[in-house]
């Protein structure tokens, strides 16, 4: 599949002339700026996309009168003079804005020759006339990201039209290095825009208008060739040019020495610092869509090479940024939706008020978990404080059910090799691991339970036991389908002897005296410790046995229904990384057929916009903590609680994604699922409905199971992990996957796009946006596959 994206050229400038609106003059300025860059370059270019009327009236053949050193081109042109969107419908040809990007990349790039040129690439109408598509122009044009000059509207009016235009670029991300217009003497636009926009760092100049049409063609045209050659000789048009020229030079070398001023000033996340260097920073200029726009030590050397590359190359988001990314970077919805409520809103205190994304949120989260026994929504800042405040939620209520006290030793139930976030508290609910085993205030209270994994190895699905487990199930056991592994009722054996073993092991622990304050879990993937598939059927059996165990059985509480209120321990499941589409369903956990007192939400919650978390709790755990002693209250906050924007950004995320599921969207993965129309049979009647399916095919991982240096591999919803085998055992702490990550970036010679993505030890994944087309899977997955070679 093409992917054109960010391009920078160091070789060719180009500059993306936009209009506020049309009849302002675009083509005018162009031909003025196509003079005087005749003065600087050896090649000038003018490149009109898409233009509707006459082709005696086209602009490029308007400029291409002007000198025979300009080499002006259109390359959609629609004979009727109406909106491209309407001119597009009597076309036989298939103008989509795939098509138009590709061919405006191709091209600019046969410009990007060995000597220095510069491209004008001149849009039709105002910023946001309809492309063919019907889609705006802003939007059609934002993956190239070009610098961009806005003409302005000079006329009654024009002011406001101005300064909307500006804004619908910059809010999509565009850098608008000018605003221009003709200094037309009864409006003055010119004389308030020069202040508006110095106002804010956005330089804007003015030129006189053009003289009156003659009604002879030869006297007009030497009359405007007169006027040209004075306007390319004013200041103003000069002194444009030259920071032109300037910005151009100065975004390479902001961009190459990024990584190196990286090193000095920043303390990067989850690496080891001595195997950092310039060399291993990828430096980000922009992102769209399922993309980085990237620059690397290793695409500088290519360039070096041969300057006609480009400088930035695009590269597949492949860790979703850390599993944020629902909707695509540089989505237009979500950032008006977020300037919008900025806005508005900007922050505000949420102590004892409400605002109405805060509230909406809340309402359209306990509307859709299909959960019952939520009900009261928790707003912080991050996933990691979100579960801080679901373990405090879930032990406080344990404790006042109880009557343990603050001096109790009070623990949680939870699995091994699972990740609840780097805050203090939430490290103390894992297991000892490399991410906490060194801090000193680091101390594990808890318990936590082998169990069992689902993988695809050579071309089977499995299920494979833990030792501690084996003696029941007999290890390892195989299923024609991932349904199948869901399907409860047919696996009346496996869940015996998962509840067997998980009753024995409560009732040991609780022997001992051991207090359980929650069960805290991930449901179906442990994302952190190792992309772990979960048996479904395993958490379903430990709820089970949590809530029904006779040791834990507690007199319930006169004020609560029994059948929403929590028994044996308060559950919590920790669906930041797996909830709201993730893995294919709005909540992670209706694949277990579970109802949890406590849920946390984050990552997709916002489409990647802002960080945000919700924990939303029963009715029982909220009543916990209701007494006429304000020390009884949950005393946990943030100053960006509930933060506006980011609930706002919310709200659009979600809306998007219902309408997406709505909509169909997904069908088509999911016929590349051998049984995903089958709704999955479980306990509750209520829970969601469907198969589990993937947008990764299940023909593409059965391939890579088979590859010699693969152990195992999965694929649910929008999430692939590939297990690489590691020739000393290890899995966290090994390099294995090191080296098809760094293939992936470096891709191909003369590849168009490459792969960013991380790796947890021996684990190499990837996930897409919800957002992402199956031709870009299926471009990935033979990249993917190449590399296992």
């Given at each position: 599949m093409r992917q054109v994206g960010s391009v920078l050229w160091p070789r060719l400038q180009v500059l993306q002339v936009y209009g506020a609106n049309t009849g302002v003059g675009k083509t005018i300025f162009s031909s003025i700026l196509c003079r005087v860059f005749q003065r600087h370059f050896p090649k000038v270019y003018y490149l009109k996309p898409v233009s509707t009327g006459p082709q005696e009236e086209a602009d490029d053949r308007h400029i291409s009168t002007l000198s025979q050193n300009i080499k002006a081109k259109c390359l959609y042109q629609f004979s009727d003079p109406v909106s491209p969107h309407i001119a597009a419908r009597s076309s036989k040809e298939s103008v989509t804005d795939e098509s138009i990007r590709a061919t405006v990349h191709d091209e600019l790039n046969s410009y990007a020759t060995d000597e220095n040129g510069i491209a004008i690439v001149e849009t039709a109408g105002g910023v946001m006339s309809p492309a063919p598509s019907g889609n705006s122009q802003a939007d059609l044009y934002r993956p190239f990201r070009l610098p961009v000059l806005l003409v302005g509207d000079h006329q009654l009016g024009g002011i406001s039209t101005t300064i909307s235009a500006w804004e619908s670029l910059h809010v999509r991300g565009y850098d608008v290095q000018s605003v221009a217009l003709f200094s037309e003497s009864r409006y003055d636009n010119h004389s308030y825009l020069k202040d508006y926009f110095a106002e804010r760092d956005v330089h804007a100049f003015s030129v006189p208008p053009p003289p009156e049409r003659h009604s002879n063609g030869a006297e007009d045209a030497r009359a405007m060739q007169e006027y040209y050659e004075e306007a390319a000789s004013s200041s103003s048009v000069v002194t444009f040019s030259s920071q032109l020229l300037q910005n151009h030079d100065k975004r390479i070398a902001d961009l190459q020495s990024m990584s190196a001023e990286a090193v000095e000033a920043?303390?990067?996340?989850?690496?080891?610092?001595?195997?950092?260097?310039?060399?291993?920073?990828?430096?980000?200029?922009?992102?769209?869509?399922?993309?980085?726009?990237?620059?690397?030590?290793?695409?500088?050397?290519?360039?070096?090479?041969?300057?006609?590359?480009?400088?930035?190359?695009?590269?597949?988001?492949?860790?979703?940024?850390?599993?944020?990314?629902?909707?695509?970077?540089?989505?237009?919805?979500?950032?008006?939706?977020?300037?919008?409520?900025?806005?508005?809103?900007?922050?505000v205190m949420f102590a004892s008020a409400v605002h109405e994304p805060a509230l909406r949120l809340a309402q359209t989260l306990l509307t859709n978990m299909g959960n019952p026994r939520l009900a009261k929504v928790f707003y912080t800042d991050n996933g990691s404080a979100g579960m801080e405040v679901a373990v405090k939620m879930g032990i406080r209520a344990a404790a006042a059910r109880n009557g343990w006290s603050a001096d109790d030793d009070i623990v949680i139930l939870g699995l091994k090799g699972s990740y609840h976030g780097d805050t203090m508290g939430t490290m103390d609910c894992s297991e000892p691991s490399i991410y906490n085993k060194k801090e000193p205030w680091y101390t594990g209270r808890g318990h936590w339970l082998d169990f069992p994994q689902v993988k695809m190895r050579k071309g089977r699905w499995v299920v494979e036991s833990p030792d501690e487990?084996?003696?029941?199930?007999?290890?390892?056991?195989?299923?024609?389908?991932?349904?199948?592994?869901?399907?409860?009722?047919?696996?009346?054996?496996?869940?015996?002897?998962?509840?067997?073993?998980?009753?024995?092991?409560?009732?040991?622990?609780?022997?001992?005296?051991?207090?359980?304050?929650?069960?805290?879990?991930?449901?179906?993937?442990?994302?952190?410790?190792?992309?772990?598939?979960?048996?479904?059927?395993?958490?379903?059996?430990?709820?089970?046995?949590?809530?029904?165990?006779?040791?834990?059985?507690?007199?319930?509480?006169?004020?609560?229904?029994?059948?929403?209120?929590?028994?044996?321990?308060?559950?919590?499941?920790?669906?930041?990384?797996?909830?709201?589409?993730?893995?294919?369903?709005?909540?992670?956990?209706?694949?277990?057929?579970?109802?949890?007192?406590?849920?946390?939400?984050?990552?997709?919650?916002?489409?990647?916009?802002?960080?945000l978390c919700t924990t939303t709790a029963s009715q029982a755990i909220f009543d916990a903590f209701v007494s006429e002693d304000k020390t009884d209250a949950l005393l946990h906050g943030h100053s960006y609680t509930a933060h506006p924007v980011g609930c706002s950004a919310a709200n659009e995320s979600l809306r998007s994604m219902m309408k997406m599921e709505r909509e169909g969207v997904w069908d088509g993965f999911k016929g590349h699922w051998s049984s995903s129309d089958n709704s999955l049979t479980l306990s509750s009647p209520d829970r969601q409905a469907g198969g589990a399916w993937s947008m990764w095919s299940e023909a593409f991982i059965k391939a890579v199971s088979h590859r010699s240096q693969v152990d195992s591999v999965f694929a649910l919803g929008s999430v692939l992990a590939i297990t690489l085998k590691d020739p000393d055992g290890k899995s966290y702490a090994s390099k294995a996957a090191y080296e098809m990550r760094d293939k992936l970036l470096a891709g191909a010679p003369g590849e168009e796009w490459v792969i960013h993505s991380r790796v947890l030890g021996n684990v190499w994944y990837a996930m897409a946006a919800m957002t992402t087309t199956r031709e870009t899977i299926e471009s990935l997955e033979e990249k993917i596959f190449a590399a296992l070679e």
């Open positions: 920043i303390w990067h996340p989850f690496m080891q610092h001595s195997e950092r260097s310039k060399d291993t920073i990828t430096a980000i200029d922009s992102a769209y869509g399922d993309y980085f726009a990237t620059h690397t030590t290793q695409q500088a050397l290519i360039v070096s090479q041969n300057p006609t590359t480009s400088l930035i190359k695009p590269a597949f988001d492949a860790s979703a940024s850390w599993w944020t990314q629902g909707l695509g970077h540089g989505n237009p919805r979500l950032a008006l939706t977020a300037a919008h409520a900025a806005g508005r809103y900007g922050h487990l084996n003696n029941s199930l007999e290890g390892e056991k195989t299923f024609d389908s991932l349904d199948d592994i869901f399907d409860f009722q047919k696996r009346t054996d496996d869940y015996a002897a998962y509840k067997q073993h998980c009753d024995a092991t409560l009732a040991e622990l609780i022997e001992k005296g051991t207090k359980f304050g929650a069960l805290v879990m991930e449901p179906i993937l442990l994302g952190a410790g190792g992309m772990m598939f979960a048996d479904p059927l395993f958490q379903r059996c430990l709820v089970d046995s949590v809530r029904h165990h006779a040791s834990l059985a507690i007199e319930m509480q006169p004020q609560h229904d029994g059948s929403l209120d929590w028994t044996g321990m308060p559950v919590i499941c920790d669906e930041i990384f797996t909830g709201l589409y993730r893995l294919g369903r709005f909540s992670a956990s209706s694949f277990l057929g579970v109802d949890a007192d406590i849920v946390a939400n984050a990552k997709l919650l916002t489409g990647g916009v802002l960080p």
